[in-house]
């Protein structure tokens, strides 16, 4: 019946091994002090002759000799029913939170390892862009002297072409005023000739009109014409 006492039995039952419940529900001690403080509140004051509720008024009642009835004992497993449920949700709860930690753990592992990546990949960056400066540097240091070979070898080319043509022009007039030189020699070995040819003739021409005139003396000194005043008189003094 619900009114019969519980035997020491059901109490070490409901109170369960104290050994090893201590701060195991919850409220930092012993899960046997819950059981005892709700077995006050149940029966612990109903039967001091009509106070708390009556019960008679005597101390013959099974809660007044503090023994459970049915009843509180169905509503102690009730009660820790109840206080298991609360453990399970207190425990559920840390296993979220221990959860979210170790989510947020891994996401920050996750960040560091990106932060990493991202400081290797910068390093990395600065690397291959210093190898990529240098290897300008060379490229535009050889193109340049190239450049400048090319540009002197040029020069050179052209200063002896202009020397050649220089020199091409010089043998030309050269030539020029040799051809003009000795035209103008031929010329006057031609004039020559031609003069000494015609004062030959003169010559000759002299020399055969001597020697057609008939002879006369040659005086040795110059003397007066004998013949100046004769054929024009009567005497020979010309009157």
């Not at 005597?58 to 509503?75: D, H, I, Q, V």
């Amino acid at each position: 019946m619900m009114s019969e006492g519980l035997s020491a039995s059901d109490v070490a039952v409901l109170t369960g091994n104290t050994n090893n419940r201590g701060c195991n529900d919850g409220f930092g001690w012993g899960g046997e002090w819950i059981w005892i403080i709700l077995l006050f509140c149940l029966f612990g004051w109903g039967g001091f002759g009509g106070g708390w509720g009556g019960n008679g008024g005597g101390f013959n009642t099974p809660s007044a000799n503090g023994a459970l009835t049915r009843a509180e004992m169905f509503e102690g497993f009730q009660g820790q029913g109840f206080n298991d449920r609360l453990t399970g949700i207190r425990d559920g709860q840390f296993g979220i939170e221990q959860s979210l930690c170790n989510g947020f753990n891994g996401v920050q592992q996750g960040f560091n390892s990106i932060a990493t990546q991202m400081a290797n990949c910068c390093c990395d960056l600065k690397q291959g862009q210093g190898e990529i400066s240098y290897n300008i540097a060379m490229q535009t240091n050889s193109l340049q002297n190239t450049m400048n070979q090319n540009a002197n070898a040029l020069q050179s080319q052209l200063c002896n072409g202009f020397r050649d043509v220089i020199d091409a022009q010089n043998a030309g007039t050269q030539r020029i005023v040799d051809l003009i030189t000795q035209d103008k020699i031929s010329s006057l070995q031609t004039e020559l000739q031609s003069a000494q040819l015609q004062l030959a003739n003169a010559n000759q021409t002299t020399n055969i009109v001597n020697a057609l005139r008939s002879p006369a003396p040659i005086p040795a000194y110059t003397v007066p014409n004998p013949y100046a005043y004769t054929g024009c008189g009567c005497g020979t003094c010309g009157c």
